[in-house]
């Protein structure tokens, strides 16, 4: 009893402090959960990670400078002598290893931005599920305080029938058994209520406030088969295990580049304590001859990693037809259900009303105003569930389709725009150095507010 009525004190609680306050929409919902979601920012830093990849195969085709300075003293003449090296080096030719080292950096970049919607997607489902999972369990336990209303009073009804001689000791001790169930029902929905709160937190960032009636949700598709079509082109897995065959396409040609030989050039200049000056540029071709099969093992490896990922491929757009189908039963399903449970509310208070008032001729038993009691909250408790199930089951639609986005929402939010970063830095600039690399301090500045 303790645990419960700190319970109700805590959600009181909130709803007083957030009574002169705004209520939150699903709107507000949507871009707290954008704009403070942990990984979302994990991810888009992983993207970043894989843009300088980029900008690494870039620096490969410039040249290298390097200066060692170094003093050596010798015990036989006891002199010190101190030399500077200054060294360099470009790579003139290598037959396509560097353009195809650095597709390959750029196909895995594309193929982490369609991860990435896939995680905003993520996201932004938890946040519905948990926003119109915190006003189900709180019509819940509306209907349970309720029920727990009505149970009191037909108990305090029982014991004033039972003192005047009308009904048994027996039907007291079913209201009050009856009264005992429904508080342990009410405290068990003020723990999911509880519990919902904390998966909204989770989702957005913070508890939730009063919350604002779901609006109408968006539009999904006329059908299913419109449903699986749209997935198959928008679907971020889809896309993304695409963009995996074309990476592992691009790494067998990397493996076949790698048995060709590459073109160097050298400079080097030396200047030695007492004056003593020397310069060397030189020219060097290198390449492989045998390495004991190991760049043959390569191409073979990359060959059964391509036939993997059209594999994948076929897999994922099994995976994402199912999904659709998943969402869009569900959604079927629910929609039933919402119709059902109209028809057996309208059944069960008819039945309710007709059952208290033959008790109270004496045709009927106090158990029996108990069960028809039950079954109406039952029919009440279910269409909650089902609408807030119907509700959920259009964004997972939307979700299997691909276009659970910010961008598809129109959530009116700034979005994070991972071409931005990738342009800043695809040219490999070097910090406070160029006007690209005072643009890359810029961009580094404002990612800071993550």
Do not use: C
């Not at 819940?140 to 009073?153: E, S």
């Not at 008790?359 to 089902?386: C, I, P």
């Amino acid at each position: 009893m303790r645990a419960a009525k700190f319970a109700i004190a805590v959600i009181a609680a909130t709803l007083i402090s957030s009574a002169g306050a705004r209520a939150e929409t699903l709107g507000d919902a949507l871009v707290q959960a954008y704009n403070q979601s942990g990984l979302l920012h994990q991810n888009r830093a992983l993207l970043r990670a894989a843009d300088e990849d980029v900008a690494a195969t870039v620096a490969l085709l410039r040249p290298v400078i390097g200066y060692v300075v170094g003093a050596n003293y010798s015990s036989i003449t006891r002199t010190t002598t101190a030399n500077v090296d200054l060294t360099a080096s470009l790579l003139l030719y290598d037959f396509g290893r560097s353009r195809l080292r650095k597709d390959v950096a750029k196909e895995n970049v594309l193929a982490l931005r369609e991860a990435l919607i896939g995680v905003e997607q993520q996201v932004l489902l938890g946040a519905v599920v948990a926003y119109t999972s915190v006003q189900r369990d709180g019509a819940i336990v509306g209907l349970r305080d309720n029920n727990v209303r009505l149970i009191t009073q037909e108990l305090r009804a029982a014991k004033d029938r039972f003192d005047v001689g009308e009904i048994t000791r027996t039907d007291v001790a079913i209201a009050e058994a009856r009264l005992a169930s429904a508080r342990s029902l009410r405290a068990a929905a003020q723990g999911n209520l509880a519990r919902s709160r904390e998966s909204y937190r989770a989702a957005t960032g913070a508890y939730p406030g009063a919350l604002a009636p779901r609006p109408t949700p968006p539009a999904t598709a006329s059908s299913l088969q419109s449903a699986r079509s749209m997935a198959r082109s928008r679907h971020p897995d889809v896309l993304q295990a695409q963009r995996s065959v074309t990476l592992a396409e691009l790494n067998i040609a990397l493996a076949m580049a790698g048995m060709k030989p590459s073109l160097r050039a050298d400079a080097r200049a030396s200047l030695v304590e007492g004056g003593n000056e020397t310069q060397s540029v030189g020219v060097t071709l290198s390449g492989p001859i045998y390495q004991g099969g190991g760049l043959a093992s390569s191409a073979r490896k990359a060959a059964a990693m391509r036939d993997a990922s059209k594999a994948g491929l076929h897999l994922t757009r099994l995976g994402v037809d199912q999904e659709v189908g998943n969402a869009w039963a569900s959604l079927v399903v629910a929609e039933a259900a919402v119709q059902a449970t109209d028809q057996q509310i309208r059944a069960a208070r008819v039945a309710f009303r007709g059952v208290r008032e033959e008790a109270s001729l004496g045709a009927r038993t106090t158990l029996d105003v108990l069960n028809a009691e039950q079954e109406l909250l039952d029919a009440e408790a279910n269409k909650v569930s089902a609408e807030s199930d119907r509700y959920v089951a259009v964004y997972r639609v939307l979700s299997s389709m691909g276009l659970l986005t910010a961008n598809h929402l129109k959530l009116g939010v700034a979005t994070y725009d991972p071409v931005a970063y990738y342009n800043t830095v695809k040219s490999a600039p070097a910090f406070n150095v160029s006007p690209q690399g005072e643009k890359l301090d810029r961009v580094l500045k404002s990612l800071g507010k993550f």
